[in-house]
């Protein structure tokens, strides 16, 4: 194992990560810090950052510094975005920090910056075709995402500070102001011909600016799921937030709840634009990002070209397991055996067949994961960690019938609390209910044929699931199963569950 940070510099805000990295590329976050720097505003009318802006720069930097000598950081990795890409005296701004620091800053192009966006996501989410949007302090990138890969990107310099020193939207906007600010931002998209592709795609929202909109719709719906990567709105849904807060003014907006209050002055204006956006190409929908450019720098870091052909679900399920320091080659043990379970009980044209199957080899995977709390309610404790993990490719419901069916599988009649519930429908909650038969069945044959698996039989007969297991291992497992499970196979697979020796 050894530690590595990213510290970004931001226009609006500086922020340093560092994780733990083990030796299967796996991390863990260990200690993070923010400072909002603001160093957007501290260029001056000769494009220079001003000594007050190299000052903040310097003390957060020396401050990070020794927060990652604290945490045995044996790398760090820092890179700067449009404040110092703009600043004509960056040359003197990267020697005085090297001189100061011993600290080597990387300034990232515009078409880097949106890379590293288009990484995270790549990384964190499953979806092929998407437009990007990262709107930072000082500029804008807007990507153009198709079968995973970019095909167009552009780095503007309408960030959230230019944009509001152009349209302070300060008090409640009128009609001319918000028909003068559509006018200037359809502007700037005319000249991105390449936008055209881009028509009914969903736009994936990164920053600070996108996370806001997410924290407000949450807080406006109360949605109970403590999760933000991935929460999707419909453009009509976004619609609202955004006339919503159109009508209020600064003071108003920084008691706006969901909106972090460094950033209430800044704000309007950046989502108009990303409004705008998805009203240019006709945007379905919206997903939000809760990762950007320094998740994009660790992932390039760990898995560089194997990012293309990376299992993302897998990716990050083995994450949680080695955080939780528990059994890689175990859990696919279970997963294996669910597996086959799996494609004797269900009929291949069932509805929810793919679904199933992809959360049934997920739950397996996490199956112990609750005791790395306690052995006692371990499943409880599963599915508290599975719902405020980073588990990418998976829906925030997908996440929650994940935990529910480990949950399920340790007490058959584990019953969700009513704001989890309302979640998810019948059908789904029967696919959680047949998950945990599935994955408990598994886990108890494992635990006591540990090293007789192969010897294994399955019979599915049309009115009977049939295991037949070593005799001589059999006495073993009396009374091992739930009370329940005679009952619950039959009710979820309308077969009679039958263990037999040899």
């Given at each position: 194992m050894k530690n590595i940070a990213v510290i970004d510099i931001g226009s609006n805000s500086m922020r340093v990560l560092v994780y733990e990295i083990y030796k299967n590329n796996s991390f863990k976050i260990i200690d993070e810090e923010k400072r909002m720097t603001r160093l957007g505003q501290f260029i001056d009318e000769n494009d220079n950052l001003s000594n007050e802006g190299i000052g903040k720069l310097l003390i957060t930097l020396e401050f990070f510094k020794i927060l990652c000598e604290k945490n045995d950081v044996v790398e760090i990795i820092v890179v700067a975005t449009e404040a110092i890409r703009r600043a004509k005296n960056r040359d003197h701004i990267l020697s005085l920090v090297k001189k100061k620091t011993k600290l080597d800053i990387r300034i990232l192009s515009g078409i880097e910056e949106s890379a590293y966006g288009y990484i995270t996501i790549k990384a964190t989410m499953d979806i092929k075709d998407a437009l990007l949007i990262d709107i930072g302090g000082s500029s804008m990138e807007i990507t153009l995402m198709k079968d995973k890969k970019i095909l167009n990107g552009v780095s503007l310099p309408l960030g959230s500070i230019p944009l509001t020193k152009l349209f302070p939207f300060d008090v409640p906007a009128d009609?001319?102001?918000i028909s003068a600010f559509n006018k200037f931002i359809f502007n700037e998209f005319d000249k991105l011909p390449w936008l055209k592709l881009a028509q009914n795609l969903p736009l994936i929202g990164i920053g600070g600016t996108a996370r806001s909109i997410g924290k407000i719709h949450k807080k406006f719906i109360k949605y109970p799921l403590d999760l933000l990567h991935n929460y999707t709105m419909l453009f009509d849904e976004v619609k609202i937030i955004h006339e919503y807060v159109l009508n209020l003014n600064t003071n108003q907006k920084a008691k706006l709840k969901g909106l972090p209050r460094e950033?209430?002055?800044?704000?309007?204006?950046?989502?108009?634009?990303?409004?705008?956006?998805?009203?240019?190409?006709?945007c379905p929908a919206f997903r939000i990002s809760q990762y950007g450019i320094r998740e994009g720098v660790l992932y390039e870091k760990l898995l560089n070209k194997d990012l293309d052909n990376l299992d993302i679900l897998d990716y990050s399920l083995n994450n949680i397991l080695t955080n939780n320091d528990l059994n890689i080659s175990h859990a696919e043990k279970i997963r294996d055996l669910s597996l086959v379970f799996f494609k004797y009980l269900e009929k291949p044209n069932y509805e929810f067949l793919e679904l199933e199957y992809?959360?049934?080899?997920?739950?397996a995977k996490l199956h112990d994961l609750g005791i790395s709390i306690s052995i006692k309610h371990a499943y409880k404790h599963s599915l508290y960690i599975?719902?405020?993990?980073?588990?990418?490719?998976?829906?925030?419901?997908?996440?929650l019938m994940l935990g529910y069916a480990i949950a399920l599988s340790g007490k058959f009649d584990y019953k969700?609390?009513?704001?989890?519930?309302?979640?998810?429908?019948?059908?789904?909650?029967?696919?959680?209910?047949?998950?945990?038969?599935?994955?408990?069945?598994?886990?108890?044959i494992d635990k006591y044929f540990y090293n007789s698996l192969s010897e294994v039989t399955i019979i599915n007969q049309k009115d009977t699931f049939k295991l037949t297991l070593p005799k001589s291992s059999?006495?073993?497992?009396?009374?091992?199963?739930?009370?329940?499970?005679?009952?619950?196979?039959?009710?979820?697979?309308?077969k009679k569950l039958s263990i037999i020796p040899l």
């Open positions: 009609k001319n102001t950033r209430s002055d800044i704000f309007t204006a950046p989502f108009s634009a990303l409004v705008m956006l998805m009203n240019y190409c006709n992809k959360l049934l080899g997920a739950a599975i719902i405020n993990s980073l588990i990418s490719g998976l829906t925030h419901k997908q996440i969700l609390s009513d704001e989890y519930k309302n979640i998810l429908r019948k059908e789904e909650i029967l696919i959680c209910k047949k998950i945990s038969i599935i994955l408990c069945l598994a886990h108890k059999v006495k073993y497992m009396q009374d091992s199963l739930p009370v329940e499970m005679d009952e619950n196979f039959k009710k979820c697979f309308n």
